[in-house]
Structures are given as structure tokens and as C-alpha cells.
């Protein structure tokens, strides 16, 4: 009894948390900056859910925390002014969306300013550190990777005949690299060949996307990355033309064309990372939390999508699906 009214959190037993109020263990009023490189539904989703998760853990916005958000739409030079601005304001914590909101704050920021992420693909290849125990000590967060296998299996399960599928990489994307060399280790396990066209600004997508529909891929398999689901409507766009069904692995794919996507749950990847921000808060140093990998997937179909380019999608998927959209 005297555990359960001294908790902050508590979880019943179907999984709801339930916040016991101001029992928040924060010794000031912490300025949190939190960095968006793009602004996408599912960023968005990222976002509410770190929002969400500090409420959850008891802390209330105003009292124990004041949020600033800085979105980079998309530009760099944008970006590291928003990290240096975020300096300026005396944050006492920063946390990153995206891989190069993680890299331009770690390159720009003092070792001392903690650092909290989610919502990139692989915080090794982003600068993090040499191992999700043996990282930077000021940096600690949650992975959301991609569905790389899951989506594959979906695929093969939609075209049981597939052999090749392509997608767009965005050479200066570190993270867009990584998920398309995932892609072609993962899918030549399962004798499907992946094909790559380079892509490196907004105005190179579309002819890029149509060097892609023509290199007799049964299936586009737009790999995540900044670039390519801010444009994904171009990609599908081209996918749809040449009657090819496209899948991804980012819920705002799927509302812009994607036949199919599996996602991770990026809403839940930002209450973790915002668990992980209130660990700091708290007193706990980000060298001893170790970083996280989220696994939590989401399967959002788009029939619409699929009746334009002539698939059926089978009952199989139909009845496992998260989320419908385009009906």
C-alpha cells in the first residue's frame, strides 16, 4: 500500500496508464526543446505521444517543464540555427526527431546537455555511440528502425509471385542508406532482388521515380528517409502510372498512395522517449540508460490505392490491418 500511494504511474491490468498527479520528482522547472527536422503525420505522431508520455509520468507542462518546439521543415541550414537557438534559450534538454535533428545536435551541442531521441531509424550510424550500452553520455532515446522483414513477408503475401522491387535512396541520408542495405540483405533471404535509383532533391523525385517504374520491378518498396516521404506523392504518382503497388514502411505513405505500409507505432516510440526523458529529469544520467529499440508495428492498408493499380488485396492482410484509409 504504501509502494502504490507513493507511485507516479500506475498500469492496470489492460494496459492503461493512469497518472497519480504532481508526484513528479523534478527539483526545478526544466526547459525542454524538442527538434523536428520535418513535418510529417507521422512526426506528429512522435511528438504527441512525448507530450502525452511526460503527462503520464506525472509531470505537468508550466509547473515541472516548459516545451519549445522548433521545426526545421526540411532544411538544413534551418535546422542547425533551431539547435543553436534552442542554446540560446538555455534548454536543459533537447529532444531530437529524425536522424539529422540527432546528428546536428550532437555535433553542435556541449557534452553536458542531455539529449533525448526517437522517431530514426539507427542511432549507431546517426553518431550516438558504438552500441546501443556503449553510447555517448549525454545521449539515450528509442530506435524506431522499420519493419523491414514484416513488410517483406507482407508483400510476398499480397504478390506471391514477386521477384523484384525497387526504391528511391537518398545518398546524403545516412538513415535512408541504411534502410535500403537492410532491404537488400533481408529480401535476398527471401530470393527477391532489390534495384536502387539515387535521389537527392525534391526536384530529382519524380524523374527518379519513373527511372524506377521502368526497371521491371513487380513492386515499388519505398524505404523511409526525409526527402522521400516528404515527395512520396510523386513516387506513388509514378508507381500508380505504371500499375505497380507500392508499399512502405510510414503511416503518412499510406495516406498519400502506398497500397500498403507497416509501421512502427511512432505515437508509442514518443511515450517511451518521454519516459526516458523524465528518467533524466529525475536525476538519472543518460550514460547509464541504455538506448532502445522500438518493435511495435501497425499494418494501414489503403484499398483505394490498390484498386487503382488492379491488386487484390487478400482476406489474409484484409483482416490483420490497424487502419483503413481511401476505402
Avoid at 48 to 72: C, H, K, P, W, Y
Avoid at 73 to 90: E, F, I, K, P, Y
Avoid at 178 to 189: G, M, N, P, S
Avoid at 229 to 247: D, N, W
Amino acid at each position: 500500500l504504501i509502494l502504490l500511494a507513493s507511485a507516479v504511474l500506475l498500469i492496470s491490468d489492460w494496459g492503461r496508464r493512469e497518472s497519480r498527479g504532481s508526484v513528479a520528482g523534478v527539483n526545478k522547472k526544466w526547459v525542454v526543446n524538442l527538434l523536428e527536422y520535418v513535418n510529417v503525420g507521422d512526426s506528429e505522431e512522435a511528438q504527441r505521444g512525448i507530450m502525452d508520455g511526460l503527462r503520464q509520468s506525472g509531470l505537468v507542462e508550466g509547473r515541472d517543464f516548459e516545451m519549445t518546439v522548433r521545426n526545421a521543415q526540411g532544411d538544413m541550414s534551418t535546422l542547425n540555427a533551431l539547435v543553436d537557438a534552442a542554446r540560446t534559450a538555455r534548454a536543459d534538454l533537447l529532444m531530437t526527431l529524425s536522424t539529422p535533428t540527432l546528428q546536428a545536435t550532437i555535433r553542435k551541442v556541449p557534452p553536458q546537455l542531455p539529449i533525448v531521441f526517437t522517431y530514426l531509424a539507427d542511432p549507431i550510424s546517426a553518431g550516438a555511440g558504438r552500441s546501443y550500452t556503449d553510447h555517448l553520455p549525454n545521449v539515450t532515446g528509442v530506435a524506431t528502425g522499420a519493419a523491414t522483414e514484416e513488410v517483406l513477408a507482407l508483400i510476398r503475401e499480397c504478390l506471391p509471385n514477386v521477384r523484384r522491387i525497387g526504391t528511391i535512396v537518398v545518398p546524403s541520408e545516412v538513415n535512408t542508406v541504411y534502410h535500403r542495405d537492410e532491404l537488400v540483405l533481408a529480401a535476398r533471404k527471401l530470393g527477391i532482388e532489390v534495384v536502387s535509383v539515387p535521389a537527392s532533391t525534391s526536384s530529382e523525385l519524380p524523374d527518379a521515380a519513373l527511372a524506377l517504374c521502368s526497371m521491371k520491378i513487380d513492386a515499388v518498396c519505398q524505404v523511409a528517409g526525409n526527402l522521400t516521404v516528404t515527395g512520396f506523392t510523386s513516387i506513388a504518382r509514378a508507381a500508380r502510372e505504371a500499375r505497380l503497388p507500392a508499399f512502405g514502411f510510414m503511416s503518412s505513405q499510406a495516406e498519400q498512395g502506398a497500397v500498403a505500409v507497416i509501421a512502427r507505432d511512432y505515437y508509442d516510440g514518443g511515450v517511451e522517449a518521454a519516459q526516458l526523458a523524465v528518467r533524466v529529469m529525475r536525476g538519472e544520467s543518460p550514460a547509464s540508460i541504455p538506448l532502445q529499440l522500438l518493435r511495435k508495428n501497425k499494418l494501414i492498408l489503403n484499398p483505394a490505392a490498390a484498386r487503382a493499380v488492379g491488386l487484390t488485396v487478400p482476406a489474409s492482410v484484409l483482416k490483420k490491418a490497424d487502419r483503413m484509409i481511401g476505402k
